[in-house]
C-alpha cells in the first residue's frame, strides 16, 4: 500500500488499527475535527498485505501507533500522536509543547505505559459493548 505521504510532499498518514475500540474511538474523535481531511487515514486491520508500507509491517502497525509525518519520516508512540496533534488546529499547542527532548521523551515513556494498560481497556470497552447489545 502506497501512502498519500510518500506521494505528497507534507501530508500526514497515520496507520491505526481499527480493530481495537480503543484505537477506533479515538480515530473518529481526531477526524472529527478540523483539518483532518489533511491527513491519510488507514485502518493497518483492513490491510491485506504483510507490509502497509515500506519500513512498516503489518504486526507492528497493529501493535503500536506510527504516522508518517510532513517530513516524509516514519514515527511511533508519543512522536506519532505529536505529528497527528500539529496538523490539527484544536491540537496544534499540544503538538508544539512535546517538540524538545525532554517534553518528547516525556510523551513517548507515556505512550508506552498506555501501551501496557491497552488490552486491559480494550477488554472493558468490548464487554461494555457487548453488555449493550445483549437484551
Known amino acids: ?35 483532518a481531511d489533511a491527513i491519510d487515514w488507514v485502518d493497518v486491520s483492513q490491510c491485506t498485505a504483510d507490509e502497509v508500507t515500506p519500513g512498516l509491517s503489518k504486526a507492528d502497525a497493529l501493535a503500536r501507533f506510527h504516522v508518517i509525518g510532513a517530513e516524509g519520516e516514519l514515527v511511533s508512540g508519543g512522536t506519532a500522536f505529536r505529528e497527528v496533534w500539529t496538523v490539527l488546529p484544536a491540537f496544534r499547542i499540544w503538538g508544539r509543547l512535546f517538540r524538545g527532548r525532554l517534553p518528547s521523551w516525556l510523551l513517548n515513556k507515556a505512550y508506552d505505559i498506555f501501551l501496557r494498560v491497552r488490552p486491559g481497556l480494550q477488554a472493558v470497552l468490548l464487554r461494555r459493548a457487548a453488555t449493550e447489545r445483549s437484551p
Open 1 to 35: 500500500m502506497t501512502s498519500r505521504s510518500a506521494d505528497t510532499p507534507g501530508a500526514v498518514t497515520v496507520f491505526y488499527d481499527g480493530a481495537c475500540p480503543l484505537c477506533e474511538r479515538e480515530i473518529a474523535f481526531y477526524r472529527k475535527c478540523r483539518n
